[in-house]
Each structure stands twice: as structure tokens, then as C-alpha cells.
């Protein structure tokens, strides 16, 4: 199907393609280098499901859902392409942008979600993702890229939330030094649990609606200076989406093989419980996946494979695990602010 994609859209989807090899190769590397110092797992690698939708719900395309699971360094990941097209942009999306309402679309993203073994090495997702949408008559209306990385840690080391955030900003600013302020402090916005006040981890980059003007929801626009082109947007989604692996995976080497027990896992489990929570009621991909007919195996592979919730329980106070509040909200990490406990 990508190679009978009209050119920019063609473009997009194999850049998408691209990261996924990417992604799956770094991951797989840390895999073979965690089991080569271990002598109780093996290293895991990715069952690969091809598949194809035919115009259920009105989506057509394909895509590669990627799983790893029991690894020596992950106990679950996931690296997903889609290229879909659909007659009808779902409500999720039209709540954005209530112009495009009975609009088509076309969509090419990749989307990551890992999720460690040690309690000491952080969970991470990112998504990088590009969008058309396509009026009743057949023009396109719109086009825009969205995406980002995030950091989801249990028991926080400020180094490793420097060098993710560093990874990011220096990603950023080869293209635009406006872009990490502006995108950092929408990832805090948006990685958020309302019902419980806190963020869902230290953060990263997040961004929507990027376009030749400008960025944001349709309410709330900011405008650059200059436009931008398609191939100028592009070449930051690939450097972006290739920052990941560099900002990610050492952190996950560093800690693989760090000494935890029942204390450490109990906590990790309902920390995770935080992220179920944030998927299935915020999350963005997961609405438009599920809203516009995508595949549920697909769309739900984001979840970690074990999770608790428990009541009302806190950590006890200057223990390990309450250290973590001081680094679930807003915070400068690269300017040198102190936290504060």
C-alpha cells in the first residue's frame, strides 16, 4: 500500500517505517546486552503481526504491531505503525477541530511504550505521527504532525531525567530553539491525572497540529515567525523520533540489573496502575484508535502486563517511594532549580 501512497503522503509513511526498525533495534540491543550480564533471562526479541484492514468502521491501510514480552531487560514492549485512511475523522480528533466535522483522513504515526523489568529503570512511550485531512470533495483541508516522548519513572534519578530531557532539547533546537520550552511545558499539561492531581511522570516533549503556521489546539494557536515546509516539519518528527533511542534506552541499560525485592516490585505494580489510568481515560492515541475502528490488540498493547491498585495507600514518609511526589510535577530539569521535597 506505501508504494501506491501519493508522494507526501508516501514520505510520511516511510519515515514512520523507519523509526519503527530503529526503535526495535535499540531495543533489541539492550535486550542481547542485559542477558549477556545476567544469568537468569535470555534476551527476548519482537513477534511481529503484519496486518491489513479492509474498510472496517471505514478505515482501510496496514501496519506492524511489534511485541516483546519477558525479556531480559523488558517485561513488556511495543512498537506500532499504522497507515490508515478513514472516511470520517473520529470525535476525539473533530473536538480539537470542529472545522474538519464529516471530514476524511489519512494517518501514518508510530507509537512505543516500554515498559521495564527493574523498578529502578523507568517506563517511556513515545508517538510520532502525521495527519491529512481530507474534505467531502476530495481536497485536502488540513495537515499537521504530532508526537512526543515522555518519561514515567518509579524511583526518580535526577540524572537520568537530565539526560532524557537534554537528549530531547538538544533534538529540538537543531530545528527550532522555541520548540523544547513550548513542548515541554505542554507534555506537563498533557501527561497529567486530573482526577488525582498529579503528573503521570517527569514529562519529556508533547506537541500537536504542527503545521507550515504554527502549532496547538484550535483554540490557542502560536505562530512562527517564518512558515515552515512539510520537509522542514518532517526532518524534526525524524530527529525527534530518533532522540528517543539515545534518551531512552541508556537508562534503561543503567538500571536493568540494579538489586530490588517485593518492596521495590509491590510499588512499581501500583505506579503502573497510574499509567492504566492516564491510557484509558486521556490518552489521545488510545481515543482516536478506538473511536475510528482500529485494531483493540493493537491499540491496547500500551498496557504494562501486570498492575495492582490498592486503597488510599501512601508511601511512608522519607521512605524510597515517597520521593517520587517531588518529581511529579512541573519542573525545570535542565535549568538547575532545586526540587523540593
Known amino acids: 500500500m506505501i508504494e501506491e501512497l501519493?508522494?507526501?503522503?508516501?514520505?510520511?509513511?516511510?519515515?514512520?517505517?523507519?523509526?519503527?526498525?530503529?526503535?526495535?533495534?535499540?531495543?533489541?540491543?539492550?535486550?542481547?546486552?542485559?542477558?549477556?550480564?545476567?544469568?537468569?533471562?535470555?534476551?527476548?526479541?519482537?513477534?511481529?503481526?503484519?496486518?491489513?484492514s479492509e474498510g472496517t468502521h471505514g478505515v482501510r491501510g496496514t501496519g506492524s504491531t511489534r511485541v516483546l514480552a519477558d525479556g531480559a531487560a523488558f517485561e513488556k514492549g511495543g512498537v506500532n505503525t499504522s497507515v490508515v485512511t478513514g472516511t470520517k475523522l473520529p470525535p476525539s480528533v473533530v473536538a480539537q477541530r470542529p472545522e474538519l466535522a464529516e471530514h476524511g483522513f489519512f494517518a501514518a504515526g508510530v507509537s512505543v511504550v516500554l515498559h521495564p523489568r527493574n523498578p529502578h529503570a523507568p517506563t517511556a512511550h513515545c508517538n510520532y505521527r502525521y495527519f491529512e485531512a481530507q474534505a467531502p470533495d476530495g481536497s485536502r483541508s488540513a495537515w499537521w504532525f504530532g508526537g512526543g516522548s515522555d518519561l514515567t519513572p518509579y524511583y526518580p534519578n535526577l540524572e537520568d531525567v537530565r539526560h532524557f530531557h537534554g537528549t530531547l532539547r538538544a533534538a529540538c533546537d537543531r530545528h527550532d530553539p522555541a520548540f523544547y520550552p513550548a513542548f515541554k511545558a505542554w507534555c506537563d499539561r498533557y501527561f497529567y491525572l486530573k482526577h488525582r492531581g498529579e503528573a503521570r511522570g517527569v514529562g519529556g516533549i508533547f506537541y500537536d497540529y504542527l503545521d507550515a503556521a504554527g502549532f496547538g489546539e484550535s483554540d490557542g494557536r502560536t505562530a512562527f515567525e517564518r512558515p515552515k515546509s512539510f520537509a522542514e516539519i518532517l526532518a524534526f518528527m525524524s530527529d525527534a523520533g530518533g532522540a528517543f533511542v539515545d534518551a531512552y534506552l541508556p537508562l534503561v541499560e543503567?538500571?536493568?540489573?540494579?538489586?530490588?525485592?517485593?518492596?521495590?516490585r509491590s510499588f512499581q505494580l501500583m505506579r503502573r496502575g497510574r499509567y492504566v489510568e492516564f491510557n484509558l481515560i486521556?490518552?489521545?492515541?488510545?481515543?482516536?484508535?478506538?473511536?475510528?475502528?482500529?485494531?483493540?490488540?493493537?491499540?491496547?498493547?500500551?498496557?504494562?502486563?501486570?498492575?495492582?491498585?490498592?486503597?488510599?495507600?501512601?508511601?511512608?514518609?522519607?521512605?524510597?517511594?515517597a520521593q517520587l511526589a517531588a518529581f511529579l510535577r512541573p519542573h525545570d530539569w535542565l535549568g538547575g532549580e532545586p526540587l523540593e521535597r
Open 6 to 52: 501519493p508522494a507526501v503522503r508516501r514520505t510520511a509513511a516511510l519515515l514512520v517505517a523507519h523509526l519503527q526498525e530503529r526503535l526495535c533495534a535499540g531495543v533489541v540491543g539492550v535486550e542481547r546486552a542485559i542477558a549477556e550480564r545476567s544469568a537468569d533471562r535470555a534476551a527476548a526479541d519482537f513477534c511481529v503481526d503484519a496486518w491489513a
Open 282 to 321: 486521556y490518552d489521545r492515541g488510545t481515543h482516536f484508535g478506538l473511536q475510528s475502528g482500529g485494531r483493540t490488540e493493537s491499540i491496547l498493547m500500551s498496557l504494562p502486563p501486570l498492575v495492582r491498585w490498592a486503597y488510599n495507600e501512601q508511601p511512608e514518609p522519607g521512605s524510597p517511594e
Open 254 to 264: 543503567r538500571h536493568a540489573l540494579d538489586p530490588f525485592g517485593e518492596r521495590e
